[in-house]
């Protein structure tokens, strides 16, 4: 996706996010959004399609979803095939997720691990995160054995690397 992309889904998010807290359903239009984007797995193809019409993308649409979501949500994405954006369904999704957690105070942390995590580790982690950012973390971990060792955590712009291959690189680094 081009930059461009990144701004419109961030405005159609923001617009969505707008729409939602004056009707007080900021989280429903979330768990929509992603209940949709499930159910709209297999459509995704013809929704996106530019050949396939506005109205057979709508009928698909609601066929797919109907009354599984929201009327908010269901406008919207009806909104998105009217305008020929439906390729940002995800991203706007995205956005929409971390606008809704900024609202609450929480934080989504991004954790690479080179090992697995135990509960007890994950918990010490989230109270750490906690008490760096003041704010609420929710977690999210992968394994990645790239790393070697230790861990990378990203929440927003905020990088910590704290893994040996990490480590191995700086090195590198100020060697040269």
């Given amino acids: 996706m081009q930059a461009s992309d990144r701004v419109l889904a961030g405005r159609y998010a923001a617009a969505l996010f707008q729409a939602a807290s004056a009707k ?26 530019p050949r396939v ?41 995205a956005v929409y997720a971390k606008l809704a957690a900024e609202k609450r105070g929480a934080a989504k942390a991004h954790v690479r691990t080179a090992a697995p995590l135990s509960s007890d580790a994950q918990q010490q ?11 609420e973390i929710e977690l999210d971990v992968k394994e990645d054995p790239e790393l070697i060792g ?14 040996l291959r990490g480590q191995l690189r700086r090195l590198k680094e100020s060697f040269n």
């Fill in 24 to 49: 007080g359903e900021e989280q429903k239009v979330q768990a929509d959004l992603g209940s949709a984007h499930k159910l709209l797995l297999d459509a995704m193809g013809a929704l996106r399609h």
């Fill in 53 to 93: 019409p506005p109205a057979s993308k709508k009928k698909l649409l609601h066929d797919a979803i109907g009354d599984k979501v929201g009327a908010t949500t269901l406008n919207f994405l009806n909104l998105l095939v009217d305008k020929k954006r439906f390729e940002l369904m995800v991203m706007v999704s």
């Fill in 125 to 135: 982690l989230t109270a750490k995160l906690k008490k760096f950012t003041g704010k």
């Fill in 150 to 163: 230790g861990l990378t955590v990203k929440i927003g712009d905020w990088v910590l690397d704290s893994s």
